[in-house]
């Protein structure tokens, strides 16, 4: 197959060509590169009007609200003083940066996520545009950025878009790095930083994911003599030397982190369905074998195209065929890896399959152009179609949260504080229930919980004005203690607020 510089022997301009993907014009890039423009206003846009919500972006959005508050930037909390031994901090340093530099809210804790899935975003595009060229790699972004799963993590709390930006740096540089005539030692330092990330995001689980498909497309494809090319002591050591020294602090700051995080977390975890051992919540017990289900899900709109290309089984054989470098291959084991890692697993949860999207984001771009003429020029505006139609549809949500965010019914607690601070800045707000984080995040802690209703009477005869918060179902047994004292401030959700309707003049 007659190749190109720019496209390192991967697929033959010949076939970028003729597919419409390569030769794109001034017009489609202009639109295309719009669209981009617009998808990432739009995700912006929603950073700022979404509100956090329960449980997994409020708690952690609360945890780097808590280190910024007490200073400790060592061991995140789960509540004050109790350590948070779930996941590293990596996650939590960013959004407690952000909080520090832009106030506490959903602004400054998501706007650190968002140059994180930024980072994974031109990681992509510049793995892509050196092997395919620029007109592939704006393709391959935009197809990325509008995977449903990847829009929504791309500016939410949690650990799963850092580890992402780990194992996709990983992947990137591995490849080039061993396909790259002479010694290039830019490639191989990114990817033992990709990995020291993936370390400080989430812990082992980034070894993982990056050698399960490393070691079977070496296996696969006898490529040893490319494993000699990377200098794996120098690496790791680097690794070590960017990851280890944390681990440590946390250990010594509370011992029982290690047992817990390597052995519970990254063990019990994921073999144990019913496991006990977790401090944080509880296990997610799933049917093994779902992950494959999340993956569909996570990958919409796209995934349709995917098993289009079923259509077009000889010309998708022929390119794969015609495959030398691996490139296929290397890009869908990288694409499966969460689910051969968490098929078997005991409790998932849908963002696990994240890592593997920037993968499966490359690979059906590169089918599309890398196939036989039978798929069709037609192709980017099929992709430009449903870059639309999806961008839209995030448009439509972003300007529900705008006019009629109740209606979404989102899981938070936002509008009911807001409520009790319109009335009474001062009012101390308690929920009857259990802890809720989106309630302590816009409270700055200042809120209580309790689980029995006898608890409601010592809101009587303290020195301060109270707001309470109860569910609607318990509304009968407490209609007696609240009649007199407190007047309804409206339901939200499930939840009906009541605040005191004047401060108490006898106890002051």
Same mark, same amino acid.
């Given at each position: 197959?007659?190749?190109?510089?720019?496209?390192?022997?991967?697929?033959?301009?010949?076939?970028?060509?003729?597919?419409?993907?390569?030769?794109?014009?001034?017009?489609?890039?202009?639109?295309?590169?719009?669209?981009?423009?617009?998808?990432?206003?739009?995700?912006?846009?929603?950073?700022?009007?979404?509100?956090?919500t329960d449980t997994t972006e409020a708690r952690y959005a609360e945890i780097a609200r808590m280190m910024l508050e007490t200073g400790n930037w060592i061991t995140p909390q789960y509540d004050y003083d109790v350590p948070f031994w779930g996941k590293p901090p990596l996650h939590t340093w960013a959004s407690a940066a952000g909080m520090m530099f832009f106030g506490i809210g959903e602004f400054g804790a998501r706007l650190p996520v968002v140059f994180i899935?930024?980072?994974?975003?031109?990681?992509?595009?510049?793995?892509?545009?050196?092997?395919?060229?620029?007109?592939?790699?704006?393709?391959?972004? +935009?197809? =990325?950025?509008?995977?449903? &799963?990847?829009? @929504?993590?791309? %500016?939410? /709390?949690? !650990?799963? #878009?850092? $580890?992402?930006?780990?194992?996709?740096?990983?992947?990137?540089?591995?490849?080039?790095?061993?396909?790259?005539?002479?010694?290039?030692?830019?490639?191989?330092?990114?990817?033992? +930083?990709? =990995?020291?990330?993936?370390? &400080?995001?989430? @812990?082992?689980? %980034?070894? /993982?994911? !990056?050698? #399960?498909? $490393?070691?079977?497309?070496?296996?696969?494809?006898?490529?040893?003599?490319?494993?000699?090319?990377?200098?794996w002591g120098k690496g790791f050591f680097l690794t070590a030397l960017a990851s280890l020294p944390w681990y440590l602090a946390a250990e010594w700051a509370t011992p029982g982190f290690l047992r817990y995080f390597l052995v519970g977390e990254h063990f019990e975890r994921f073999i144990v369905s019913d496991w006990q051992g977790d401090l944080y919540g509880s296990g997610h017990a799933r049917p093994k074998g779902i992950i494959w289900l999340y993956a569909c899900a996570a990958f919409l709109p796209w995934i349709f195209f995917a098993l289009a290309l079923l259509r077009h089984y000889r010309s998708v054989a022929l390119a794969i065929i015609d495959d030398m470098r691996g490139w296929y291959s290397y890009l869908f084991l990288?694409?499966?890896?969460?689910?051969?890692?968490?098929?078997?697993?005991?409790?998932?949860?849908?963002?696990?399959?994240l890592p593997g999207i920037p993968a499966a984001s490359i690979l059906l771009v590169s089918l599309w152009s890398g196939a036989q003429r039978g798929v069709g020029r037609g192709a980017r505006y099929m992709f430009v179609g449903a870059i639309g139609v999806t961008g839209a549809c995030y448009m439509c949500i972003a300007l529900l949260l705008v006019y009629i965010p109740e209606k979404l019914n989102l899981r938070t607690e936002k509008f009911l504080v807001a409520q009790v601070h319109r009335i009474d800045p001062d009012a101390h707000l308690t929920y009857l229930g259990k802890r809720i984080y989106s309630a302590e995040f816009?409270?700055?802690?200042?809120?209580?919980?309790?689980?029995?209703?006898?608890?409601?009477?010592?809101?009587?005869?303290?020195?301060?004005?109270d707001a309470v918060a109860i569910p609607k179902r318990l509304l009968p047994e407490l209609h007696g203690v609240l009649a007199d004292q407190f007047a309804s401030a409206g339901m939200f959700r499930d939840k009906l607020l009541f605040v005191e309707q004047a401060r108490p003049e006898s106890s002051q």
């Open positions: 197959m007659a190749s190109n510089g720019n496209l390192g022997g991967v697929v033959g301009e010949s076939d970028l060509t003729r597919f419409g993907l390569r030769d794109l014009k001034n017009t489609d890039r202009f639109v295309l590169l719009s669209m981009l423009v617009c998808l990432f206003g739009i995700r912006v846009v929603m950073m700022i009007w979404l509100p956090m899935s930024a980072g994974v975003m031109w990681a992509v595009f510049t793995f892509t545009r050196r092997h395919l060229g620029t007109d592939q790699a704006l393709m391959c972004s +935009a197809v =990325l950025l509008s995977s449903f &799963l990847f829009f @929504g993590a791309s %500016a939410f /709390v949690m !650990t799963d #878009i850092a $580890l992402a930006l780990g194992t996709t740096i990983c992947m990137c540089a591995f490849y080039t790095a061993v396909n790259t005539n002479g010694q290039n030692n830019t490639w191989q330092v990114l990817f033992f +930083a990709g =990995l020291a990330i993936g370390l &400080l995001a989430k @812990g082992p689980v %980034a070894l /993982v994911l !990056t050698a #399960i498909p $490393l070691v079977i497309w070496v296996l696969i494809g006898g490529r040893w003599a490319q494993l000699r090319k990377i200098q990288w694409a499966i890896s969460p689910m051969i890692l968490f098929t078997p697993a005991a409790n998932v949860l849908p963002a696990y399959v816009y409270t700055a802690g200042q809120v209580s919980f309790v689980n029995e209703l006898s608890k409601v009477d010592d809101l009587l005869t303290n020195a301060r004005v």
